[in-house]
């Protein structure tokens, strides 16, 4: 069965710290990776990742993908407390636009 | 640019009932995807819809139907409502789905009683 695993599910640190956040895949017909931020409701779209070691970098955040290993990992440097949210991982198909989410990792920065 | 629309925001709906949840998603997006998110089961793929087609579906039970009309905005419908299915109802557009983004809306509250 296809699934996507994401670790730890919750995770407490401290304000500048740096977090890095797992996802783990089992997924016939992988495609590509995505990474969400949901904070309240509408997750925000972070990153897709299509090929294996290339690092994609958003100012604080960054993210690579192991298509040998099936995982991808987000980090988060410098954390600040707009970071806490859930940090949702999904794996896309490549056969149509389905897609497959992990339980996500809550993040919450102390300050 | 207007973001994805989700209606209504809240619903709460008695077992055995219907509901019919909408999405309107980013002008010029085509595809629309749904999902279900609940505590104890994540962010669960329901269906996506291009060009008013269903290109793939999740394994939902079949009182869980959707349909995309020709302006791309999209209706998700739920008969004989089971307490189980209280979930925020999250819609996602995206260009054509698969090698571009999806956005996601605000998503519907349902709670069933």
């Known amino acids: 069965e296809d699934k996507v695993v994401q670790s730890p599910l919750s995770l407490v640190v401290h304000e500048g710290d740096t977090v890095t956040l797992n996802c783990s895949y089992e997924?016939?017909?992988?495609?590509?990776l995505l990474w969400y931020k949901q904070e309240k409701k509408a997750p925000t779209f972070l990153f897709m990742l299509?090929?294996?070691?290339i690092e994609k970098k958003s100012g604080r955040l960054s993210s690579i993908l192991d298509k040998k290993e099936l995982f991808s990992i987000l980090n988060i440097t410098a954390t600040q407390t707009g970071d806490s949210a859930i940090y949702l991982c999904a794996a896309v198909y490549s056969s149509a636009s389905k897609i497959i989410f992990g339980s996500g990792t809550r993040l919450s920065i102390r300050p | 640019k207007a973001g994805v629309t989700q209606t209504p925001r809240y619903l709460i709906k008695t077992r055995g009932q219907q509901v019919t949840l909408s999405c309107s998603p980013i002008?010029?997006?085509?595809?629309v995807s749904w999902y279900q998110q609940t505590p104890g089961q994540g962010l669960q793929f329901l269906f996506e819809?291009?060009?008013?087609?269903?290109?793939n579906k999740g394994n939902f039970p079949g009182r869980f139907s959707g349909r995309q009309f020709s302006n791309s905005r999209s209706e998700m419908n739920v008969s004989t409502l089971e307490l189980g299915d209280s979930a925020l109802y999250l819609c996602a557009s995206s260009l054509a789905g698969r090698d571009y983004g999806y956005t996601f809306g605000s998503g519907t509250r349902l709670t069933v009683v």
């Open positions: 819809y291009f060009s008013e087609t269903q290109r």
């Open positions: 997924v016939t017909n992988f495609r590509s």
């Open positions: 002008s010029g997006h085509r595809s």
């Open positions: 299509t090929s294996s070691g």
